[in-house]
């Protein structure tokens, strides 16, 4: 595998339905995600068994989490430990950036 590569987000299949489209890129360790989210939607009560950065790049809502609800906009930054449970509430058509550390 080459030390360095690089692609722009339309050159990845986009995978989900007509609410969520996900693009994701992963790497040793890490995966990195594009997440377009519709106006309305909601995600329900989860957790992941890794690390994980979130950062709001358009859209709003409300996330709710261990340290109560946050509600987001452009720049927000979100980090979630292992096992950290969060729902959400997606207001406008939203693009998440992750970072999951798996490794």
């Not at 489209?21 to 957790?47: F, W």
């Not at 950065?53 to 609800?69: I, M």
């Not at 930054?77 to 729902?87: E, L, N, R, Y």
């Amino acid at each position: 595998m080459p030390n360095a590569t690089y692609c722009h987000w339309s050159d990845i299949p986009a995978e989900g339905d007509d609410r969520v489209r996900r693009r994701l890129i992963i790497g040793q360790g890490a995966s990195l995600k594009r997440v377009e989210i519709k106006g309305g939607t909601t995600a329900g009560k989860h957790s992941h068994p890794h690390e994980q950065f979130v950062l709001v790049e358009k859209g709003s809502g409300r996330v709710a989490c261990e340290a109560g609800e946050v509600e987001i906009r452009p720049g927000t930054v979100i980090h979630f430990g292992p096992d950290a449970w969060h729902s959400a509430v997606f207001d406008t058509h939203t693009v998440l950036i992750e970072v999951n550390i798996v490794d």
